[in-house]
């Protein structure tokens, strides 16, 4: 399991949500870029030196520090649409190779670059919205995506430190509660019958939690 690149956004145009600008146009970076948690969400901050996010009310923020996506699904969407589809396309972070990412249990640990390197949480799924549709000029593509139920992974950053393109990635902690990303993005788009078998993640960011509570009825 490994990094096949590191990518950081270049601010550009989004004629697709009143904030104006975007970040999603992620490329891969030379050398080691370092790792920060960032804060709570609404400064545009996120974990990577060199990034940020301008939808404020929507990205950023601890629990979406760093956003990854695996090579492996990419690959399959080229297949799917057709296309030639670049690291970092689908604004992701981080692009792996040999890690089902969407497999990943909420509160997992990667270990990435050794001893240096960053400690990064599995925090939740990422949710397509207008900026990723127009981006990919896919119509219909919010509705495609989510059948796929090919999210990724926001992390959280829960040690600083560099990563780098070939950092290995070691999984050092792995919950026991079953509760996957692929599971919780089913459960928060198509499927809210799965929501009560969320509240057996703790990491999950609270806004999710509180959807799993009212489904259950509990509070």
Request: aromatic content about 6%; hydrophobic content about 40%.
């Amino acid at each position: 399991m490994k990094l096949l690149s590191v990518n950081v956004g270049r601010p550009r145009p989004n004629p697709w949500k009143t904030t104006g600008t975007t970040g999603i146009d992620k490329h891969p970076v030379p050398g080691p870029v370092a790792v920060t948690a960032p804060g709570p969400k609404g400064t545009g901050a996120v974990g990577l030196a060199g990034d940020r996010v301008y939808d404020l009310a929507h990205h950023g923020g601890s629990d979406q520090a760093v956003y990854a996506y695996a090579r492996e699904d990419l690959d399959s969407w080229e297949r799917r649409l057709g296309l030639s589809l670049r690291n970092g396309v689908f604004g992701e972070n981080l692009t792996t190779s040999g890690l089902d990412v969407n497999e990943a249990l909420i509160g997992e640990r990667w270990r990435i670059g050794g001893p240096g390197g960053a400690v990064l949480e599995v925090s939740c799924p990422r949710i397509p919205c207008a900026t990723f549709q127009g981006w990919l000029e896919q119509g219909g593509w919010i509705r495609t995506f989510t059948r796929a139920a090919l999210p990724g992974a926001y992390l959280r950053v829960a040690k600083d430190g560099e990563v780098r393109a070939g950092d290995p990635v070691e999984v050092v902690h792995r919950p026991d509660h079953g509760v996957t990303v692929a599971l919780t993005f089913r459960a928060v788009t198509l499927e809210p019958a799965l929501l009560p078998r969320l509240l057996a993640a703790d990491a999950l960011p609270e806004d999710v939690r509180a959807a799993a509570r009212r489904r259950t009825g509990a509070h």
